[in-house]
């Protein structure tokens, strides 16, 4: 069976010239059809900062009023999403840099919290998977950044919002509904970052966990193994399983192409039992 | 004949939020395949400011140093692509953001000068249309933003380098390209801003010169009437007449539907002769 991988790559990677441009040229040698997703929360960060704006998270969400979404949209639709896919198209891989917005690939809406205003975060409805599956094709690669958009009545926008959205859940989503919806195709979903997977010991390299069940998963988050950031990645990744994603895999973005061509060994694999 | 239009919308509508609005809706209004090039200079030059970056601007040529090249792409590939992209997909319009990089389809390099050095500013080599009528034929509209890119050994760069291009030369060479190339098609070439033409009296917005072949031009370039930021785009307009393009006309943002329906009592028509 033909295989498709959706790949997301976090920021920390993004952010290191040397770390990129091994991503880069590792993806380029990948030959199946694959859809990148990526992140850049530091990028952002420090573009936020420099232009006086405030950066407040809360549980690892990024709290988006308006400047800060002139801020996402500039950095990870402008500035990431086209460094990464100039660098692609310079290794002869035919990259296309997208939004949920563009082709309408993601349908989402604002997030509601009874309590927490989240401002301009998007939380996703649909995947449309129609113009992706036109785009991979003919041979051309996705690469998402982490933004959707809305419809909106608001009298000072042009009919529209950007909505800030998480890029894990992305991943997650897209590689659900690809899966779904692309017959003939296995899809498998890599969680690419700057460790080696997930980790019993947080500040032990060698520590990886290289096969964790849904089972596993619930025992290692009460016993405090799996905790903060590791645990929504956790969620999407075995939402993803439920929702007929083939492999899950979350390793180090060194091993992308091992974790590609053999999804045994490398890092941390998830499965459903 | 079926048509097919490339339309340049000047930064100054992109600024205003109801010009905006205007625009917009009108071009999802517009039946016929369409491409969209934007510009955005004025914005770029504010969020300069606001990061404390100097704008060097000659002959209405920005340069761009990798401060600013960092700013364009921001700008030019983010935060205007997307508001154009979400406004349009609002209002029922399939758009799709791109810069010269995504999908391959400006070939550029790196504008070398005798005696100034413009920096990351690209001039085009080449155009590539077969993702272009790809999208077009499956009912996408490209929105693409004044960016192109080139391949690059500079070891600081992740292989290729962002260029930051003119979107009136990007509009004349797309759509010489399409004319070339798209058999079946008359394409037409419209270059919208917020004048009501090319003016006989520069504060005179009833003065619109409705017809100028390419000799009025020279006589009129002589004396004096055209000036300024318009002689390079009545250059880009004549060149893409000479490659084959239909019709160019340059109007106000307002009359995009007119001109596409007619293309003979809005704004100002150029021909060869």
């Given amino acids: ?4 991988f959706v790949i997301k790559i976090g920021g920390n990677v993004i952010d290191h010239s040397q770390a990129l441009k091994r991503f880069l040229s590792d993806i380029a040698a990948i030959t199946e059809q694959k859809i990148i997703v990526h992140g850049g929360g530091k990028i952002a960060t420090n573009m936020s900062a420099k232009l006086g704006i405030e950066t407040r998270m809360v549980d690892g969400r990024r709290i988006t009023d308006a400047n800060t979404l002139q801020v996402v949209t500039m950095v990870y639709g402008g500035l990431i999403n086209k460094t990464i896919v100039a660098g692609l198209q310079a290794l002869g891989c035919n990259a296309l840099g997208m939004t949920g917005a563009d082709a309408g690939i993601i349908k989402a809406h604002k997030r509601e919290h009874p309590t927490l205003d989240y401002g301009f975060v998007g939380d996703i409805d649909h995947v449309e998977t129609a113009p992706l599956r036109l785009l991979l094709d003919h041979g051309i690669t996705p690469v998402i950044a982490p933004l959707t958009s809305t419809a909106t009545n608001d009298s000072t926008t042009v009919g529209a919002t950007m909505l800030n959205t998480n890029a894990d859940t992305m991943a997650s989503m897209l590689a659900s509904a690809l899966a779904a919806e ?14 080696q997977g997930v980790l019993a010991a947080i500040d032990d390299e060698a520590s990886v966990i290289p096969r964790i069940t849904f089972q596993e998963y619930q025992i290692l988050k009460e016993r405090g193994v799996i905790a903060k950031g590791m645990l929504p990645k956790m ?13 899950v895999r979350i390793c180090h973005s060194e091993q992308i192409i091992e974790a590609t061509q053999d999804m045994t060994t490398v890092g941390s694999c998830l499965s459903l039992e």
Same sequence: chains 1, 2.
């Fill in 182 to 195: 692309y017959a003939g195709y296995e899809v498998g979903l890599l969680y690419c970052f700057e460790k």
């Fill in 1 to 4: 069976m033909k295989r498709l």
């Fill in 235 to 247: 969620e999407n990744a075995f939402a993803a399983l439920r929702q007929g994603v083939s492999s």
